[in-house]
Nanobody
Framework: QVQLVEYGGGLVQAGGSLRLSCAAS????????MAWFRQAPGKEREFVAA???????YYGDSVKGRFTISRDNPKNTLYLRMNSLKPEDTAVYHC????????????????WGQGTQVTVSS
């Protein structure tokens, strides 16, 4: 079993930055693929970024060039650095681990955190 806890969300003005963290417990994450998803009110959960256990990274089109996913295996923590934030980035951000198939579908992930709210004001 893996427990995931996100933190670092908050209220930020458009153009600002935030760094989200996802702390894992219950299992070392060094050999696991992980990802960030987000969900805005009334919308489906959207793929944001993923990182393989080898460190390969993948991004959703809407965040490419602005967001950076990274991991610190000794600290068992996943990060999402978000720059040049826009009001449309407002959502609850969730980390996820262990996809059974494609990185891009939330249905593939077996472990989820409870989420952290990011609100970007215009």
């Amino acid at each position: 079993q893996v427990q995931l806890v996100e933190y670092g969300g908050g209220l930020v003005q458009a153009g600002g930055s935030l760094r989200l963290s996802c702390a894992a417990s219950g299992r070392a994450l060094g050999s696991h693929d992980m990802a960030w998803f987000r969900q805005a009110p009334g919308k489906e959960r959207e793929f944001v970024a993923a990182i393989s256990w080898r460190g390969e990274t993948y991004y959703g089109d809407s965040v490419k060039g602005r967001f950076t996913i990274s991991r610190d295996n000794p600290k068992n923590t996943l990060y999402l650095r978000m720059n040049s934030l826009k009001p449309e980035d407002t959502a609850v951000y969730h980390c996820a681990a262990d996809p059974k198939g494609t990185y891009y579908s939330s249905d593939e992930y077996g472990y989820w955190g409870q989420g952290t709210q990011v609100t970007v004001s215009s």
